[in-house]
């Protein structure tokens, strides 16, 4: 199975590469925003020319928005525009151009609904102090060197790595990955170099392939798993907060940059920059590598992973937990789940998001009208089962599985609260338009705006 993977390797720059990279970094820049000065003024031309009534035929002739258009564009104007441009790779232009397209083409699948998500604005141009310092090889001399601590790049030469790249190097060494291109970055105040790569995965298998988990995501305990694990939420931002508004505040008594009086900043303002920097990305890995272990573990171990559609963004709406929820990342566990329960050899199912996983008794299957945030422990009026709360949404969840799989597709459950309560010991699924009742083999007409009802024996 051929996958695409990245490899991400800290770097040690000396001064004189670090201002190499940065020289091919500000030449993408430079080249984004030409091409981008270059687009508006052609937009802004030809609509000058439509209210003064010049026909469509008459019209300005317009600039093609591809990479092959604006690189054609750039290569006509480059001896001008930049007459430095033979000191730096053509790799660096075609970075800055190829990010405007990407742009462009976003801007415009959003403007005419063929991009789905939040509405995507139009490029903006980028700051040689405020944007991130990138550049992407995608041709040339790239490879690890031998030794494993050292990798080369087009035009950089031979780069030092901070750590060994010998995953990387068995692969390529073994001919099971190929590298697709390399970007140089600088996150956090250190440089970094990701390699993009086609790999030949071999075909896995869970330790328990017919396991099924249910995992209920929170800011209590980041998961909640139906074997009844309890993975607790580390709250790295909440640890690392005193020492971030130390270095904040810190940060606020140097001079700063000054747009308005075009004020450059004091040295000891970018020190202070870089440290809190640095604070923050330290916040940052410390995130990714807890959240990249617990995945794993889970896509490793378990057959089938079952979590929730939740609704991130909006949730970030409460300001109250808004820093709770974004510190805990629970829009990247599902993410890393989908692509390495592929990995693994298993499969993520994805409950509804108005699917009641809290509101539900996983005893008999009643559901709650409402539930409060506070109330931590549920209790069924019903059965009387008392249980804590996200150990019963992860119970629900994994008992969810069996529905995938009698329906063969998604459970589209309603809002709780619309829910009447239902026979004890069973459940109520929402069965999609064409499909037959649980039990029986066939298709159903589409009843459109109904909801059609099949009970099924609680697990």
């Not at 040690?12 to 670090?18: A, F, G, I, S, V």
């Not at 441009?85 to 151009?97: H, I, Q, R």
């Not at 820093?323 to 629970?330: E, K, S, T």
């Not at 929402?430 to 589409?446: D, F, Y």
Request: proline share 4%.
């Amino acid at each position: 199975m051929k996958t695409i993977r990245a490899y991400r390797f800290a770097l040690d720059l000396t001064p004189r590469q670090e201002r190499s990279v940065l020289a091919h970094a500000g030449a993408a820049r430079v080249a984004h925003n030409w091409a981008l000065a270059k687009v508006k003024a052609v937009l802004d031309q030809r609509a000058a020319e439509r209210i003064y009534g010049v026909p469509e035929e008459l019209l300005t002739p317009s600039l093609s928005w591809s990479l092959a258009g604006l690189r054609r564009a750039w290569n006509t104007a480059k001896p001008a525009v930049a007459p430095w441009w033979g000191e730096v790779s053509k790799e660096a232009f075609n970075t800055g151009l190829d990010a405007l397209a990407r742009g462009l083409k976003h801007w415009t699948g959003s403007r005419t609904g063929k991009r789905a998500g939040r509405q995507v604005g139009f490029p903006r141009f980028k700051s040689r102090r405020r944007s991130t310092p990138s550049v992407r090889f995608t041709t040339g001399a790239i490879r690890v060197e031998p030794d494993r601590m050292h990798v080369v790049l087009p035009r950089l030469g031979r780069l030092k790595l901070h750590e060994s790249a010998r995953k990387l190097a068995r692969r390529l060494e073994a001919g099971t990955a190929r590298i697709m291109s390399a970007t140089v970055r600088r996150d956090g105040g250190r440089w970094h170099v990701s390699f993009t790569t086609e790999v030949d995965r071999a075909e896995r298998t869970p330790a328990r392939p017919a396991s099924v988990v249910g995992v209920d995501v929170g800011i209590k305990h980041l998961a909640v798993v139906s074997t009844g694990e309890l993975v607790d939420n580390p709250r790295h931002l909440v640890t690392a907060q005193q020492r971030l508004r130390a270095l904040g505040r810190a940060l606020s008594r140097k001079t700063g940059p000054d747009r308005r009086t075009r004020q450059r900043a004091s040295k000891r303002w970018e020190r202070a920059s870089v440290r809190l920097g640095r604070a923050h990305a330290r916040v940052a890995n410390l995130r990714r590598d807890g959240l990249h272990k617990l995945t794993t573990r889970l896509t490793r171990e378990h057959g089938t992973v079952v979590v929730e559609d939740l609704h991130v963004a909006g949730m970030l709406a409460n300001r109250k937990l808004a820093r709770h929820i974004a510190d805990a990342g629970l829009a990247q566990i599902r993410r890393q789940l989908a692509y390495k329960t592929s990995w693994n050899g298993g499969r993520q199912l994805i409950a509804d998001r108005w699917y009641p996983s809290s509101k539900t008794c996983s005893g008999c299957g009643a559901v709650k009208a409402k539930l409060a945030l506070s109330e931590r422990e549920y209790v069924c009026e019903a059965c009387g089962l008392v249980l804590d709360r996200d150990l019963n949404a992860a119970l629900n969840l994994a008992a969810l599985a069996a529905q995938f799989d009698t329906a063969g597709s998604g459970p589209a459950a309603g809002r709780g609260a619309d829910q009447k309560t239902r026979v004890r010991g069973q459940v109520a699924v929402k069965r999609q338009p064409g499909t037959a009742p649980a039990g029986q083999t066939g298709t159903v007409p589409p009843q459109g705006g109904t909801t059609d009802r099949a009970l099924v024996t609680a697990r």
